[in-house]
């Protein structure tokens, strides 16, 4: 653990942000009214792709750079290079939304991994979106991809099959046609393909091993390095292989830390957690509390208490005062926990009512506040003259 940040990364409102890099890349094809203050200035292009590594945080990859010579050299050239903020809860429903809408939180409702429904009273995995609420409900604002394809850019997304007409893609990534495909390089040959068929266009790549891999063997594991150098070698066979009109641009949706597994509370067996609590949500790194009526100072204090220095732990009320989930909708604001609990320290709190035993094991997780897991890398490569 002596790569872990213990300190919160400066949160919000921060420049620039992940909600302002897919506006970004669509204004520099010609989509109008995209733009927002403060955006990196992107010169035009007539074709782009942007690739979202899932997991890939700004503070892993510059320790892990040795595995990554493309990625290494794109990071030295500060024309190339920013370190930006993926937003807050740092969790990928969340940033899916941030990246999709170009929005925060507060707009788009993607508040946590798990998410607390008014409407049913009951709290769904956004992720999974298993018994979770109809996607257009939930997030009704159009998508960036969307506006894009009303501008007259052809939009593909390519990624797992699965993402096809699921919940948090109906949600967060709506917009152009899909296609599937399972390897990084088969991803990267139909990136390729979608690119050299229209004249103008926009493709989104996602790749999500890096994430995955953390999560079960570590972020500091060999086989997370591994991965990157695979994930490092296919982007930099992409770059040489694209059009010469057409920009590209690298991103992630979080970072992560490694926890270990004996600094894991337990709601369900610390009867001082559960008191007072009537649904919990958000992650085991940034736990969302919605609490009984009356219960707000009993459960500030049994938290506080519990986690002392290793955590924040404030009221919803403070978070969104604070610019946590930047502007907060009406619709929005009941999904937000009373008490939200971000973790400062090396700890993770579970719930084994709730969290499968496959969840509560994993190494490397996120979604609270410290630098390891806002911070997210923005890479690009300018379009070549033809």
């Known amino acids: ?7 919160p990364a400066p949160l919000l409102p921060a420049t620039p942000r992940l909600d302002r890099v897919l506006p970004a890349i669509a204004a520099s094809l010609g989509v109008p009214d995209l733009a927002k203050g403060g955006d990196r200035h992107l ?5 782009s792709v942007v690739v979202l590594v899932d997991g890939l945080g700004s503070e892993l990859l510059a320790r892990r750079g040795g595995h990554a010579p493309f990625l290494r050299r794109l990071l030295q050239d500060p024309t190339s290079a920013a370190r930006i903020d993926c937003g807050f809860p740092s969790t990928t429903a969340t940033s899916m939304g941030t990246f999709g809408t170009g929005s925060l939180a507060g707009v788009h409702g993607l508040v946590g991994y798990e998410a607390y429904d008014p409407q049913t009273d009951a709290v769904f995995n956004e992720l999974s ?11 009704p604002h159009p998508t960036v991809f969307q506006a894009a394809q009303g501008a007259g850019v052809a939009v593909t997304r390519v990624g797992p099959g699965f993402f096809d ?26 990136t390729v393909t979608a690119l050299r068929a229209q004249p103008r266009s926009l493709v989104y790549l996602y790749w999500g091993d890096i994430d995955k891999i ?23 066979r992409l ?3 694209l059009p010469p009109d057409t920009s590209m641009h690298i991103t992630a949706d979080h970072g992560m830390v490694d926890v270990p597994l004996d600094a894991r509370p337990d709601i369900a067996t610390e009867p001082e957690l559960d008191a007072g609590v009537r649904h919990v949500s958000g992650e085991p790194r940034c736990v969302q509390l919605h609490v009984q009526p009356g219960a707000l100072d009993d459960v500030l204090a049994a938290w506080r208490s519990r986690l002392g220095d290793e955590a924040h732990v404030i009221t919803g009320e403070e978070a969104v005062a604070a610019g946590w989930f930047g502007r907060v909708d009406d619709l929005v604001r009941p999904r937000i926990g009373d ?7 090396p700890v ?39």
């Open 214 to 236: 953390g999560h079960v063997h570590g972020s500091d594991s060999r086989q997370w390095g591994e991965e990157l150098e695979e994930v490092d070698a296919q982007l930099s």
């Open 339 to 345: 008490v939200i609990a971000a973790m400062t320290g």
């Open 165 to 190: 007409g699921s919940g948090l893609t109906e949600a967060a990534l709506r917009g152009g046609a899909f296609i599937a495909a399972k390897s990084l390089a088969a991803r990267v040959d139909a």
């Open 348 to 386: 993770a709190v579970v719930d084994s009512r709730r969290h499968r035993p496959e969840l509560r094991a994993l190494i490397g997780v996120h979604g609270s506040i410290t630098a390891d897991e806002v911070a997210i890398p923005w890479l690009t490569l300018p379009a070549r003259d033809a």
């Open 239 to 241: 770059a040489d292989l």
């Open 129 to 139: 979106w298993e018994d979770g609420p109809a996607p257009h409900r939930w997030q």
């Open 1 to 7: 653990m002596a790569h872990h940040s213990t300190q």
């Open 43 to 47: 010169p035009p292009a007539r074709r």
